[in-house]
């Protein structure tokens, strides 16, 4: 059955190291658009970080979808129209927010309209990732979180202090909320079965597809639940070893156009 939707990650897999589209990877987009495949940009980030990619690959057409926040947020892009959301609630943030200061983690939490971050020495983390996903960052305290809108969680710092918080994080947490590596430095906190692979049966189920008609591809653990549930899962050569274990395809690195790659040898041909 041939591929009629195809979920897209950015950092790692879209985008070379240099954060670029490169005109081969653009080309591919266009020809499998042209050819009535649904591009679906599948993402960790917020919507205002996607919103200049979604332009430049000519994705904000009638009929054009894209995911943010690692599932938590799925929404036309022409008219900004909500088919699925899914946040956090005030004592979700509560708990994490206690948590992080236990474990000497820098946190902030993500919303539309911006990044809240108790931490009064904002984390560089938190500011490296503002600046990448072009969002406001806002000094609030827990007690002034309680009418936002928070829909995921992020704790940033060193991999290797991330590294040895992990095992400290409490099973009633792990195994209450989604929890995801999206980058060495990148911890992300999303509800329980919230996540990329929920996101595209959700959407493919509203356009009809079945998940054979399905494509993903990714580079990192919060990719992993949409390469489990896709007909065909691709995971980029820079990818994280244990994702390629699961792979149907392992495609070339974001720095030689292994999107496009994917979508000529797999998609069109």
Avoid: C
């Avoid at 679906?40 to 430049?56: D, F, K, M, N, Y």
């Avoid at 002034?144 to 991999?159: G, N, T």
């Avoid at 195994?175 to 959700?202: D, M």
């Amino acid at each position: 059955m041939s591929i009629k939707l195809v979920a897209i990650d950015i950092d790692g897999t879209l985008l070379n190291s240099k954060h670029e589209i490169t005109p081969e990877v653009y080309q591919a987009i266009q020809d499998a658009k042209q050819a009535g495949v649904k591009i679906v940009i599948a993402t960790g980030r917020p919507i205002s970080g996607v919103r200049r990619i979604l332009s430049e690959l000519n994705l904000l057409d009638e009929g054009d979808y894209v995911i943010t926040f690692n599932g938590g947020l799925v929404q036309e892009t022409a008219t900004g129209n909500e088919v699925v959301k899914k946040g956090l609630s005030y004592a979700d943030y509560l708990e994490w927010e206690y948590l992080s200061r236990q474990l000497g983690l820098p946190m902030h939490a993500s919303s539309k309209d911006g990044m809240y971050t108790a931490n009064r020495n904002i984390g560089k983390y938190t500011v490296y990732e503002a600046q990448l996903v072009d969002s406001p960052v806002f000094y609030r305290t827990p007690e002034e979180m309680a009418d936002k809108d928070v829909i995921k969680i992020m704790l940033v710092d060193e991999p290797e202090k991330l590294d040895v918080a992990l095992p400290q994080i409490p099973a009633t947490l792990t195994e209450s909320f989604t929890v995801a590596k999206s980058a060495p430095f990148y911890l992300e906190v999303t509800p329980k079965n919230v996540n990329k692979g929920e996101a595209i049966k959700q959407l493919s189920a509203l356009l009809g597809l079945s998940m054979d008609q399905t494509m993903a591809i990714g580079d990192q653990e919060n990719d992993r639940s949409m390469l489990e549930v896709v007909g065909t899962a691709v995971v980029m050569e820079n990818g994280n070893p244990d994702l390629k274990k699961i792979a149907t395809h392992i495609t070339k690195s974001n720095d030689e156009d292994g999107v496009a790659h994917v979508i000529r040898e797999w998609v069109l041909n």
